[in-house]
Nanobody, 130 residues
């Protein structure tokens, strides 16, 4: 059973960079056809897909966040990470890492289908405040 666990600071100051790590156990982030995403849910709003990194290492970003977002991986530690720069209070949210099995390179529409994800982390609250 694949398990995902988010980690990172719960409080970030405005204009700083938010950094989160997802540690994966029970499976490898290089397993063929798995795509590893970051998703967030601001208070009172729906889920918002941020970015994915594929089993190949390829990355894809939501256009609305692309200019501020970087996703990367550490295969030796079976982790993938998110960096979101120049944060504002609007970036306050519960941040989730999640994994999905997709046979073909997914489109953004595919990755926005949150019901289709195979595995989720429990989520971590990140608050942007001075």
């Amino acid at each position: 059973q694949v398990q995902l666990q988010e980690s990172g600071p719960g409080l970030v100051k405005p204009s700083q960079t938010l950094s989160l790590t997802c540690t994966v156990s029970g499976g490898s982030i290089t397993t063929t056809y798995y795509y590893w995403s970051w998703i967030r849910q601001p208070p009172g709003k729906g889920l918002e897909w941020i970015a994915y990194i594929a089993y190949t290492g390829n990355t894809y970003y939501s256009p609305s966040l692309k200019s501020r977002t970087s996703i990367s991986r550490d295969t030796s530690n079976n982790q993938f990470s998110l960096q979101l720069s120049s944060v504002t209070p609007e970036d306050t949210a519960v941040y989730y890492c999640a994994a999905r099995f997709v046979l073909q390179p997914p489109t953004m529409k595919t990755m926005k289908d949150h019901h289709a994800y195979n595995y989720w982390g429990q989520g971590t609250q990140v608050t942007v405040s001075s």
